[in-house]
């Protein structure tokens, strides 16, 4: 567990212990793993891959197959304490919509989105003129899951627009150490290499 990446170590310590949650786009299970194991938290995840929810599966995690830009819908108000999202957000068709469902699904959204503010990227595209490839950012821009390239920033304004409350934010630097957001919003658009959210209604 010690390999837990970063934005998810950071997520974890937002997340109280024994509560239920649900993680969308769970991946191979290591959030939903690590807080059964630590936290004794009861998790479900979501994920779009079948590679992946045949690994949580095999890791003995509660997950099933579903496509957040549509599923979502089905689920109840208030149905988990968490919902959570980890590096997806800017993947998905419909980042707005899917962001309503989090806050209504969950009493709290956690969400991190990675920084395309970050300063490497901002050196890359004017030093070369090209989309940044970075260890963060690892595609080329013809094969991306990247959909909607935003900043730290572009996700506080996106909340405000709906009139969502962000309860708590940090930001995780390539060394991964973590700092508030809200301190100094444009130091972390600039330093930070994702931003961790935790948002309601």
């Known amino acids: 567990m010690n390999s837990l990446r970063p934005d998810l170590r950071a997520i974890a310590d937002m997340i109280a212990p024994s509560s239920n949650l649900l993680d969308v786009g769970c ?3 290591d ?3 690590f807080l059964q194991q630590e936290k004794k938290v009861s998790g ?3 994920e779009l891959s079948q590679s992946g929810v ?3 599966i095999g890791r003995g995690l509660s ?3 579903g496509d957040a830009d549509i599923d979502l819908s ?3 108000d208030n149905a988990y304490d968490y ?3 980890s590096q997806t957000l800017q993947t998905l068709k419909h980042p707005k919509e899917v962001l309503e469902h989090m806050v209504r699904i969950g009493k709290h959204a956690v969400l991190s989105v990675p920084n395309f503010g970050h300063w490497r990227n901002r050196l890359y595209l004017t030093c070369k003129g090209r989309m940044p490839v970075t260890s963060s950012l690892s595609y080329q ?3 991306t899951p990247n959909i909607h390239f935003c900043t730290i920033i572009d996700f506080i304004r996106l909340c405000e627009s709906l009139n969502l409350k962000i309860e708590k934010s940090i930001y995780v630097t390539e060394a991964g150490t973590s700092s508030n957001v809200l301190g100094n919003i444009k130091f972390a658009n600039f330093f930070g290499q994702h931003g961790i959210f935790m948002v309601t209604r």
């Open 27 to 29: 991946g191979e299970g």
């Open 74 to 76: 089905y689920y109840p």
């Open 44 to 46: 479900r995840g979501i």
């Open 54 to 56: 045949n690994r949580c």
């Open 31 to 33: 959030l939903l793993a």
């Open 141 to 143: 821009w013809y094969d």
């Open 83 to 85: 919902a959570v999202l």
């Open 63 to 65: 997950v099933i197959q």
